[in-house]
């Protein structure tokens, strides 16, 4: 998807290993050093530390290398042993401490002014899963020898905490956390903006049930690897500190997304759509890449997008929330040079999530997304991408789906089809009405409801997918408009519903009224509907076309046991129970009597007691 301009507003016991691998090296940093290897202190920066609370460390190391961030100069790891007797392996990174200043323009824009604290040094974060003695020694090597620390020992107090987001064991369908909690995905895609933003935009969010977005950790807000090959951008990686432990304050889980460009083209040739002239890949930079097919096909590339994932696990991953690892934005609308050789594409995936489990602790869920209408069955069906997902918009379709797209449910509803029988959770993970183009731009403007928000959130809900839609247009549409109420209902409505033990599955409903759409989930003890008046779309509101009221109806559930059932019928605009009701199923069908619908509800239905 595009990047919209944004507004602008005034660990325990481990181990160290410094390991050598021959190969080419990733260039020369500021960091390189030329010192004998030595480990000369490490030190516990977590006060009283806690089961399920991040623990983190600080370790002076010197070394010889030509850049802190290859694997192949140095690799920093943390060899924790746990109470349990299992022995895990850490990676460590290099960090540098910042200050951030925001000063104000003239114009009314913000700048972020970073400067550097302190030298920079080694720290390793762990997130301990059990309470009790954790014990650590600290290995290394480099080009020079090996060295080799003291042990450590910290001990851990119990905790509570739900441990990470997993796809369900009961129900692959849907994602719960280590203690089986479900997880449903409620929130947008916040995937770039000045850390000032973020400060507005996750508590709002929260504020309102939101319990999910997503990041472009790629994107130059908080990418690592701009400018020179071998020199990652700490400045960024402290940002996305703060975004993180905001994440955590206001429990918003974060989807990762780690890239995002479509084109690598060398200095002084014509730059294209999402093509960073300082990418690091780039030949011009000091990488090995002359085009996207370089990038996925060169060992030496592979080898280097590597030491991301190692870095971004080693920074990010000891959070519970980090959702899951997305490897790329829509990875099918890259460089024609490569966009259509599947299998290359393909390998590269399963390669970099099979990396990303074997480097990282919590073996969060790793993915992959395509754009708009993409459908790559062999994607989905590839066990290392724990989840499959959908993108599509108004606004960039084929004819025929432009015309559907004037229905947010519909649009989603042809769209998950494809998506929803690989055995494993699924999302609409980008919609919404684009805002490139002036003429549809106004279109999204004068939806002052949100309808096609509020209908891209339901749809998704009641065909079984593992969350809400996910709205693109965070920063210049629903920020602005102050659409975060949207939220609060269906946050009201999914609370409590058992995802991962219902056996949910899509049920079979015959309606009186031809004006109705209704989508549902027949599970034990629960089934739930959303009942949504097909007249009711954001492009008849906007063009200020009729939309009559469906009158009172009926709708039959099939397949229902006989006896009595309990029926709560919900607001989804404000939220709460509209009414109740005792009804039997008889004949195997449970017929409920609806009200005159201008909008949508949504149906809890129970066996009765």
């Known amino acids: 998807m595009n990047v919209p301009p944004m507004r602008r507003f005034p660990f325990c016991f481990f181990t160290v290993f410094v390991c050598l691998i021959d190969s080419a090296g990733a260039g020369t940093s500021r960091w390189a050093a030329r010192e004998p290897l030595r480990i000369s202190a490490l030190e516990v920066l977590t006060e009283n530390p806690a089961q399920w609370r991040r623990l983190e460390f600080r370790a002076q190391i010197s070394g010889t290398y030509e850049t802190p961030f290859d694997e192949n100069e140095v690799a920093v790891d943390a060899e924790v042993a746990t109470p349990s007797g299992r022995t895990l392996r850490v990676p460590a990174f290099f960090y540098q401490e910042f200050e951030r200043r925001v000063r104000g323009r003239a114009d009314g824009t913000t700048q972020e002014i970073m400067t550097a604290v302190g030298p920079p040094e080694w720290r390793v974060r762990y997130l301990p899963a059990e309470a009790g003695r954790h014990s650590v020694r600290i290995l290394a090597r480099d080009r020079t020898g090996k060295a080799e620390s003291a042990p450590l020992t910290v001990l851990v107090a119990p905790g509570p905490g739900r441990g990470f987001i997993r796809v369900s064991k009961r129900d692959p369908h849907y994602f719960e956390f280590d203690d089986g909690t479900p997880y449903f995905a409620i929130g947008m895609n916040i995937v770039e903006g000045p850390l000032s933003e973020y400060y507005r935009w996750i508590p709002r969010l929260a504020k ?243 309808v096609h928000l509020h209908n891209g959130l339901w749809a998704p809900l009641a065909y079984g997918a593992a969350g809400t839609g996910h709205i693109w247009w965070w920063g210049d549409y629903v920020d602005p408009k102050n659409l975060y109420y949207h939220f609060a209902p269906v946050a009201r409505f999914v609370e409590g519903i058992p995802w991962t033990t219902a056996g949910f599955r899509q049920a079979t409903i015959d309606s009186a009224h031809e004006q109705l759409r209704v989508l549902g989930l027949r599970g034990e003890p629960l089934s739930i509907l959303w009942v949504h008046n097909k007249l009711h779309t954001w492009w008849r509101v906007v063009h200020k076309e009729p939309v009559p009221p469906v009158p009172p109806s009926e709708l039959a559930l099939a397949e229902m046991r006989d006896g009595r059932y309990r029926v709560e019928i919900w607001d989804t605009w404000k939220g709460g129970v509209l009414s109740r009701a005792e009804i039997r199923a008889a004949g195997g069908k449970l017929r409920i009597r609806l009200p005159e619908l201008a909008r949508d509800v949504a149906l809890k239905i129970y066996p009765g007691r």
């Open 208 to 450: 309102n049930g939101g319990n999910f977005s997503r990041l472009w950790i790629g994107h130059p807000h908080f990418a690592l690897e701009l400018g020179p090959m071998g020199e990652y951008r700490l400045d960024a990686a402290w940002k996305l500190d703060r975004v993180m432990e905001l994440s955590e304050e206001y429990g918003i889980h974060q989807k990762m997304c780690i890239d995002w460009i479509r084109h690598i083209t060398p200095k002084g040739e014509p730059r294209k759509q999402f093509d960073l002239e300082d990418y690091a890949y780039s030949v011009s930079n000091g990488g090995p890449c002359r085009n996207m097919r370089d990038f996925f096909e060169l060992p030496e590339a592979r080898r280097l997008f590597k030491n991301r994932l190692r870095y971004t696990v080693a920074r990010w991953g000891a959070s519970t929330h980090v959702m899951a690892w997305e490897l790329w934005n829509e990875i099918n609308a890259i460089d024609r040079t490569v966009r259509d050789d599947r299998s290359l594409i393909l390998d590269w995936n399963r390669e970099m999530c099979r990396y990303l489990k074997s480097i990282d602790p919590a073996r969060h869920l790793t993915t992959n997304s395509l754009g708009s209408s993409g459908f790559w069955e062999e994607m989905w069906q590839m066990p290392e991408n724990d989840f499959a997902q959908m993108h599509n918009y108004y606004g960039w379709h084929r004819p025929e789906d432009e015309e559907l797209a004037r229905d947010m449910a519909g649009l989603m509803i042809k769209w998950l089809e494809p998506v929803r029988h690989f055995f494993k959770p699924y999302l609409f993970a980008e919609f919404g009405v684009i805002r490139e183009k002036p003429e549809i731009r106004a279109l999204c403007d004068a939806d002052t409801q949100g």
